[in-house]
């Protein structure tokens, strides 16, 4: 979609947590909108699945400092929905419950926080562009123009990444397992030292749990549409 002349070309920051709905609303609004999507949410899954590869996670939580290693030559990139890590497709790979399990313990450490959120701040650098995450609005854009939160009750959230493995095919977890795991998830990245997941006070808290996808996006598209407008 073309960006039209006149318009501010804004950041969108969209935080909350695990499976609340924020890569699919962000994914459509960018469409919507004509500008880029970034899943950081992504970045962490991929040094999350570089140290499981080089089978150095134990040696990293021995000594977390060593992780520094794996970010020397690293390079994460985006090309439409797909995700390349060091120029390969890891976009199926990065989803991996084994990589779900482990990502919070690697987006707890400090060098990896500092080396992505410089990556994300380049990426958004020409700005007119929709970043998920956990801390893009209080760390990586705190003067992003519109912060939404999204949140969502941990059964719902569980029941939609049922249904998101459901139609992938292959093993399908217990739900109740998969609940206690998103609230896991949720509490460690509430409770980590940098950059915890937090709603910024400026951020706009949308409950997704009785919303369809159409009309939390509708939502922040209006809000969107009317900064981009200079109205809000
Ligand atoms: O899709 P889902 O909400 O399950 O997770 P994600 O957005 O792919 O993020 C996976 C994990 O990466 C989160 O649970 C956080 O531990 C971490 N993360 C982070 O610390 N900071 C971000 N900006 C994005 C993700």
Redesign the pocket.
Known sequence: MKQEIGKKRIIIAIDGP???G??TTARRLARQLGYTYI????M??SVTLKALQKGVLEDVRRSPESVSALLDDITISFDGDLVFLDGRDVTAEIRDNRV?RE??FI?SLKPVRERLREMQQELGRQRAVVM?????GTVVFPDAELKIFLVAEPRERAKRRYAELLAKGGELPDIDLLEDEIKE?DR??AEREH?PLKKHPEAVEIDTSELTIERQVEMVYNLALEIEKGSR
């Open positions: 695990a499976a609340s924020k890569s899943d950081t949410g992504a962490y899954r779900s990502v919070s987006s998920d995450g956990r801390d893009i998830r460690a990245d950059a």
